[in-house]
C-alpha cells in the first residue's frame, strides 16, 4: 500500500504526524505566551522541487517576519518531524531555527495534549481520499514551550508557554482559496481552537469543506466539519471570520476579527517550479471569542486576544501586496532566501 500513503491519503488508524512523501509537507509550530501577549511562529515545508528536495521556512512574532528557501530539507518518515540544515529543526520535543544572528528561535516542548482521537485526524475520512490537493492535521492541541527568541534587536524568553502544532500535505502546495485559525491565551489555559477549510480537490471533483476542533478545559476534544453529519458553515473575509458549526449534540460559534493593516503576507510554496509566491494574509494576534453548546446548555465560551487568522489565496494575497506598495515578489517584512547565501 505504499503507492496509496504516497498519494496523500491515509488509512484509518494509520499515521498523520510522519511523512507521507507528497510534494509538500507542510510544519506549523505556534507558541503562544499571554504573559507578554506576545505569538511566536516557526513553519517549514519540505517541498519536492525539479532538482530535489527544497524548504519553505519562517520565523514570525507580533511584529517580525523573516522568511527563507534553501536547497535541502528532510520530512521524518516515522514520527513526527522536519529539518533543513543547519536552519531548522523540529520535532514532538524541539524546536529549532536560525535564519541569521537576528532571527532565532530555540524551545524545548512538553506535547501534554496530542491529538486524542485514533481512527482519523483532523481531515476526517477525508483523509482516506487519495490525491487530494491537501490534508490538514492538528496533531498537538497543548502542552508547554520553554525558550528563547532573537528577533532583530530584541530578545525575548518564555517559559511554559502554551503550544500548538499541526501538520498539512498535498500534491502541489496549496487550494486555491483557504482560511485557516488557531487560538490560545483563553482565561483557562487549558483550551484550544483550531479550524481550516478550503476548497478540496480531488481529480474533477470539488467542494468546500471547513473543520472546527475544539480542545474544553476539561481535555474533551470536539471535531466537527463532515459534511453530512456535523456540518461547518464559515463566513471568512480578510478581517473577519464566522463558523457555525452543529453536530453530535453540540452547536460552536466562532467569531474571529483582525485589522488588516497588521498582517503578514506569507508564502505558500510551488514544488515543482521550485519557488515561493505571495499566498496567505496572517494576523498573529487576532480577536476570537468562541460558545459551544451541548444539547441547548451552554458548556463553554471563552475570549482570547491572541488568535492567529488566515484567509489564503494567491489573487488575494497578491491584491493585497499591491495595496500596500510593495514587489509583486514580496512576502513580507524580509526577503525570500538563503540566509547564509
Not at 58 to 74: I, K, T
Request: glycine residues 14%; aromatic residues 10%.
Amino acid at each position: 500500500m505504499s503507492w496509496y500513503r504516497a498519494s496523500g491519503a491515509t488509512l484509518p488508524f494509520g499515521s498523520l504526524e510522519a511523512a507521507h512523501g507528497v510534494a509538500m509537507e507542510g510544519y506549523f509550530w505556534r507558541i503562544t505566551d499571554p504573559a507578554t501577549a506576545r505569538v511566536f511562529v516557526a513553519l517549514i515545508g519540505v517541498n519536492r522541487g525539479p532538482d530535489g528536495p527544497w524548504a519553505t521556512i519562517g520565523l514570525a512574532s507580533n511584529d517580525f517576519l523573516r522568511l527563507a528557501d534553501p536547497d535541502g530539507a528532510v520530512a521524518a518518515p516515522r514520527g513526527l518531524g522536519a529539518s533543513s540544515g543547519q536552519y531548522f529543526e523540529g520535532s514532538d520535543r524541539l524546536l529549532r531555527v536560525d535564519l541569521g544572528p537576528d532571527a532565532k528561535l530555540q524551545a524545548t516542548l512538553s506535547p501534554d495534549a496530542r491529538w486524542p482521537r485514533q481512527f482519523v485526524g483532523g481531515s476526517s475520512l477525508f483523509q482516506s481520499v487519495p490525491a487530494l490537493n491537501q490534508y490538514w492535521h492538528p496533531w498537538l492541541l497543548g502542552g508547554r514551550a520553554t525558550g528563547t527568541a532573537q528577533l532583530g534587536d530584541q530578545t525575548f524568553t518564555f517559559t511554559d508557554a502554551a503550544i500548538y502544532g499541526e501538520k498539512n500535505w498535498g500534491k502541489e502546495g496549496f487550494p486555491d482559496s483557504w482560511w485557516w485559525g488557531q487560538a490560545q491565551g483563553f482565561d483557562d489555559p487549558e483550551a484550544c481552537v483550531a479550524f481550516a477549510g478550503g476548497e478540496v480537490v480531488a481529480g474533477p471533483l470539488k467542494t468546500t469543506v471547513t473543520a472546527l476542533v475544539v480542545r474544553l478545559p476539561n481535555g474533551e476534544v470536539i471535531r466537527l466539519g463532515n459534511p453530512l453529519v456535523s456540518p461547518v458553515t464559515a463566513q471568512v473575509g480578510d478581517e473577519r471570520w464566522s463558523l457555525r458549526g452543529r453536530g453530535f449534540g453540540y452547536r460552536i460559534e466562532v467569531e474571529a476579527t483582525a485589522p488588516l493593516g497588521q498582517a503578514h503576507v506569507l508564502p505558500v510554496p510551488l514544488p515543482s517550479q521550485r519557488r515561493n509566491t505571495a499566498g496567505a494574509i496572517e494576523h498573529l494576534s487576532g480577536q476570537m471569542s468562541v460558545k459551544v453548546w451541548r444539547r441547548g446548555n451552554l458548556l463553554w465560551q471563552g475570549h482570547t486576544t491572541l488568535a492567529g487568522l488566515e484567509h489564503g489565496g494567491l489573487a488575494r494575497s497578491e491584491a493585497e501586496l499591491r495595496r500596500r506598495g510593495e514587489p509583486a515578489g514580496a512576502t513580507g517584512a524580509a526577503p525570500m532566501r538563503d540566509p547564509n547565501a
